[in-house]
């Protein structure tokens, strides 16, 4: 994708905050990568050594935090998967095996999977140095159990098409709520996130309704750039009412 992948957005929320929320708040979570910013939920957070080491270094860096008897590993470029990750915790848990790992179409996916936490540690410290190992060298060190995944839920993102393909199946199934997708456009445009939006939506009901609808978003627009250089909002709003309440200019002539 060329930067990092948690920082990308779905449906108004960034992929990393996407898989956080779905997770049971009372879950502990480590985050493997670099530091990130306004999370929904406290984390703790490592680095893999080197940094971009491979996918074994980042579960050895998370592991090495982890407290809890089961791990359950999720790649943050996995949108969907959010819902099934306490479904393999708790398959795990009924099971004997070491791993509850999904298979999709005949590939496993480690990467959402659930594991026991003693188990994952003894397979990691048999293949020794984790850097630029394989996911697949830990499996062949633990006894896994498969369990059919479904191809959409566990769809990752590695791709601008991939990316397009999880946007359009997000837009189809939920609504985005107004304060992220303000969230969203105010990090991607680099503005402050404040705004009044009963401010803003009442200057676009008075030009729409005593102009003409086109003239709400051009409007405003106008409003932004007028606060952009200093004035009031307030201020600015009256004065856009104002004169919408006496268009047309003349019109009692």
Do not use: F, N
Request: glycine share 8%; no cysteine.
């Amino acid at each position: 994708m060329g930067h990092d992948k948690a920082q990308v957005t779905v449906a108004g929320r960034r992929l990393l905050d996407r898989l956080l929320v779905a997770l049971p708040p009372a879950v502990p979570t480590v985050v493997v990568g670099p530091a990130p910013e306004d999370l929904p939920r406290p984390v703790a957070v490592t680095r893999e050594d080197p940094p971009g080491g491979g996918p074994v270094a980042g579960l050895a860096a998370g592991l090495a935090l982890v407290t809890t008897p089961t791990t359950v590993v999720a790649a943050v470029d996995l949108p969907h998967a959010g819902p099934v990750l306490p479904v393999l915790a708790a398959t795990l848990r009924a099971s004997g095996a070491d791993a509850v790992v999904p298979d999709v179409a005949g590939v496993r996916q480690p990467l959402s999977a659930a594991y026991r936490t003693a188990a994952l540690r003894r397979a990691l410290a048999a293949l020794g140095d984790p850097r630029g190992r394989a996911v697949r060298d830990v499996l062949a060190e633990l006894v896994v159990q498969t369990v059919a995944g479904d191809a959409v839920v566990l769809a990752d993102v590695d791709t601008p098409d991939d990316l397009a393909r999880a946007r359009t199946i997000m837009a189809a199934t939920e609504e985005v709520p107004m304060e992220e997708w303000l969230a969203a456009v105010s990090t991607r445009l680099g503005v402050p996130a404040e705004v009044d939006v009963d401010l803003v939506l009442d200057v676009a009901r008075d030009a729409a309704h005593q102009v003409e609808r086109p003239a709400a978003p051009v409007t405003t627009y106008l409003l932004g750039l007028a606060v952009a250089a200093g004035r009031d909002p307030v201020e600015a709003a009256a004065l856009i009412r104002d004169l919408a309440a006496q268009w047309p200019p003349g019109g009692d002539d």
